[in-house]
Every structure is written in C-alpha cells, then in structure tokens.
T-cell receptor, first 108, second 113 residues
C-alpha cells in the first residue's frame, strides 16, 4: 500500500493561533482524506481532497497531487480543535493507509 | 441510520473466547472496510468488501481473524480464541463508491483479559 508520512508529530498552540499540518504520500492517489480524532475517540471526516483546495469554516486543505503532498490549515485555533489529525490515502489498491497522525493541543 | 453503526461499543472478554463485532453500514454504501487501531497509533487496514465479495484480506493478522458480509450490507468481524494482543479499537468504515469519502463508525473497544 501507499506510504503516508505526517508532520509534525506534535503541535502545541495558543488559542487563536494558526497552524499548518503536512502529509506526504509515496504514490499517486485516488483518495486522500483528513480526519480529526477527538478526545472521545471518534474519527471525524474533515476533507475528501485527492486534489485541489477546499475550505470548511476555520479549516482548509490543499492537495498538490503532482508533488504528492497535502496540507491542512487551522486558523484561529480553539480548544475544541485539540485531538489527533490523521491523513489517509489510497492508490490503485483501494486500501486506505493512515499516517501516524499529528497530535494538536490548543491551550486557552 | 444516518451513519455507520458498530456494536457493541465496548467488549471485555477473557483470553481464549471468541468474539463477533458487528458493522451496520450507511444505506446503499457498496464498500465496507475493517480497521484496527492500537492506542497512540493510526488505524491499520484489515480487510474490505465490495458488496458481499471480500476483495482484500491481506491485513488480517492471522487465521483467527475472519470477516463476512453475506448479503452485501451488515458485516461481522470474528476473532477466535482471543489473545491479549488483540485488545484494540476495531473500526468499520463504508464508502458509496470508489471516488467518494470513507465514513467511519464509532468503533468497538475490545479488551481481552
């Protein structure tokens, strides 16, 4: 399956700060998604974004498929943004592979 | 229902017992995936189905693990003769088609004592 690497592994933010999370992948993708795992363990689908740019409120994501990376932007962070952010992708094998995640802690 | 439903939410079992985990997909979703997530790690692929056909089971750790989706809807992941190392969150996810997002259920937390 495709290899997915995320950076940074951990991020501590002051409330109101902006941040960028990065996801690199090893092959061309048919599917790329960003998820947020909240403190209750729920895995919430943030973006389905195999290419291009999308925005949803304070969050936005960009995937540059030709260069094999995706970025997740968090603006004006809030304490409810805390949790683990996962990038996941699949290529032609249709097995969605996850990165190790970025743990985000937003302090009030 | 509106989302992917998994049951039970929590399962505690003794080593050596068999367990069956259930996944009820979003209505009409063709593809169904099973993942396992250890504490502090990302989900790992186990197996997936298109309709009732198991397309790939390369992620199942050993022959104690099996999955079925006999009518192309509800799926069951079965673990026989459970071991402590099987303790993890087991997640089911479904997808309407190959160019659409994967939606996850809330998972089953399995603890083997």
């Amino acid at each position: 399956g495709i290899q997915v690497e995320q950076s940074p592994p951990d991020l501590i933010l002051q409330e109101g700060a902006n941040s960028t999370l990065r996801c690199n992948f090893s092959d061309s993708v048919n599917n790329l998604q960003w998820f947020h795992q909240n403190p209750w363990g729920q895995l919430i689908n943030l973006f389905y974004i195999p290419s291009g740019t999308k925005q949803n409120g304070r969050l936005s994501a960009t995937t540059v498929a030709t260069e094999r990376y995706s970025l997740l932007y968090i603006s004006s962070s809030q304490t409810t943004d805390s949790g683990v952010y996962f990038c996941a992708a699949f290529s032609n094998d249709y097995k969605l592979s996850f990165g190790a995640g970025t743990t985000v802690t937003v302090r009030a | 229902g509106a989302g992917v439903s998994q049951s039970p939410r929590y399962k505690v079992t003794k080593r050596g017992q068999d367990v069956a985990l259930r996944c009820d997909p979003i209505s009409g979703h063709v593809s169904l995936y099973w993942y396992r997530q250890a504490l502090g790690q990302g989900p790992e692929f186990l197996t997936y189905f298109n309709y009732e056909a198991q397309q790939d089971k390369s992620g199942l750790p050993n022959d104690r693990f099996s999955a079925e989706r006999p009518e192309g809807s509800i799926s069951t992941l079965t673990i026989q003769r459970t071991e402590q190392r099987d303790s993890a969150m087991y997640r089911c996810a479904t997808m309407a088609g190959m160019n659409s997002p994967l939606h996850f259920g809330n998972g089953t937390r399995l603890t083997v004592t």
